[in-house]
């Protein structure tokens, strides 16, 4: 079965640095879709970065940057530069894969909450 | 401006009543997913849509019930049947048919029953 595994229930960072946030993932499948999300104190979530399994290149998105590792199922978020609005909890999560095609579900992780201190 | 709105964001029950949470969305999405949060807790899929008047169990469906008569709407019942309704609900919608098609959230509902 697929899963998503982070690790890290909370991280402290400190303002202007860069921070990265684990997240692992186990799938049979060698087609699949690994997102990260948001989720600011005020319980919306937000679309942050996507990478696809055959993608040549790291995602990347403004201040976000995803560090793809294929062979070790790894899926690490990178944030620059870190501002204290970024403290939020972090989901990473994966597209489901049945019988070799994608469904419209995603498999989420539990997350980590990030604290940016100034 | 295109979203997804869920009401009302605070809602209390007692307990035995039935409760709907409303979804609606205006991005022209086929797919609607409803989820539940719990404190420190990821996100568990209850049910999801991917077409008009069809809907499927997501992980958790039990004491909970959904429809979907209209394309933009995804209400989802909270049942007398659910053990331990309180939690914080999420409601998504996305394209369908590739794997890129990030889900698109509403702001939350948060239930509290007592």
């Known amino acids: 079965a697929q899963k998503i595994t982070q690790t890290q229930p909370g991280m402290f960072v400190q303002e202007k640095e860069a921070v990265t946030l684990d997240c692992t993932y186990d799938?049979?499948?060698?087609?699949?879709?690994l997102f990260w999300y948001k989720q600011p104190s005020s319980g919306e979530m937000i679309f942050l970065i996507y990478q696809g399994s055959y993608d040549q290149q790291n995602a990347t998105e403004g201040r976000y940057s995803l560090n793809f590792q294929k062979a070790r199922k790894s899926a690490n978020l990178v944030i620059s530069a870190s501002q204290l609005g970024d403290s939020a909890m972090y989901f990473c999560?994966?597209?489901?894969?049945?019988?070799?095609?994608?469904?419209?579900?995603?498999?989420f992780g539990t997350g980590t909450l990030l604290a940016v201190q100034p | 401006d295109g979203g997804i709105t869920q009401s009302p964001k605070y809602l209390f029950r007692k307990e035995g009543q039935n409760v709907t949470l409303s979804c609606e969305q205006n991005l022209n999405h086929d797919a609607m997913y409803w989820y539940r949060q719990d404190p420190g807790q990821g996100l568990r899929l209850i049910y999801y849509s991917q077409i008009v008047n069809d809907f499927q169990k997501g992980d958790i469906a039990e004491g909970y019930s959904v429809s979907r008569e209209k394309k933009e709407s995804f209400p989802l019942t909270v049942t007398s049947a659910q053990k331990n309704p309180t939690a914080f609900y999420l409601c998504?919608?996305?394209?369908?048919?590739?794997?890129?098609?990030?889900?698109?959230f509403g702001p939350g509902t948060r239930l509290t029953v007592t």
């Open positions: 998504a919608s996305s394209i369908v048919g590739t794997y890129k098609a990030e889900q698109y």
């Open positions: 999560a994966m597209r489901e894969v049945v019988f070799g095609g994608a469904t419209n579900k995603l498999i």
């Open positions: 799938t049979s499948d060698p087609s699949y879709g």
